[in-house]
């Protein structure tokens, strides 16, 4: 069957102890300009791809007077983002063009920075700042084989572009053309299932992640990456943690049960839960000070955190879910399962 999302999951505030954890872990700056400045556009307009398609995103226009503020201002914030501020990058660098999306919970706006000595060029992006987004960027960088690079300011985050090709370009025009190792990628696809299940990050359909195809001496290998962590331990059905179970996958999963036996799936889940224990414990310290702030969050409302729970406990036949009162203790015993029997963090 399949998952039913949540037609809209409220945008939680940062609080004044996730702001602590920011500040303390260097995410937190002071940034020359907000999400909301960027609101004051005055026409927007369709942008299509190179096939003609609707993407969704419109590019948008400001007014002279605004614009000779804002546009320095976000080649300060990628320098913040990409050297810790080392203006010396600047001088170089100019905006060439602005996006917004209306569609998501954040309705990000996409910066497009150029060099203008070689018009090679990237994109960062400004949104408004969700702590469930927050929680799920932090966990990525810990726990997956990912670095998420991103800074906030009050109710403003910056996040670097992540490359790749997104999974659902990836299904329509790459997964069967015969130029791809088919058992690589469904052996990526089994650990990215359990990586999003470990760390209850939901809404894992194919346009919320990317292909990363990186050269090997011999072949390719493939890291299929979030880009999307706004349902970071939201949802109340364990089905929206296991990307497995979304139509917009099925061409990977079709893959994997083509290709991999059940002795193979599992071995490779093991691997991945493994190595998750590894950074689990290399990155104790920085866990419970997440955790910290995460107890004191309202993260979900109590209905799905009833429902989730009971899942994982029938999921793992481990009772102990049932007596968890909210998401991050959920999650923290979510967690607990990869490391051994008795062992914490």
Known sequence: MQPVISKKKPIYPIKSFLETYLLAYGREYKLPLKYFDLKHFYISTPLYDKSGKDTLWESVQYAPHDMREIYPALVEIYALLKTEGDTSIMEHLRVERVDYCTFGNTKPFRIRIINNFNDNYDYFYVKIADASRIYGLELEHILSPNRINYITSGDTLIEEHIAGIPGDVFCTRYIKSGDINPIRLAKEFVKFNERCLVKLLGDMRAYNFVVDITPDFDDVQYRIRAIDFDQQSYEGKISLYQPHFFKENRPFVELGMKLLNVETMRQYQKEERTIM??????????????????QQDDLSPPIKTNSLREDLASYYRDHSFLSCLTSADILHRSLGHVLHEGENF
């Open 277 to 294: 224990a590894i950074r689990i414990r290399s990155s104790r310290e920085q866990l419970r000070d997440l955790f910290s702030s995460m």
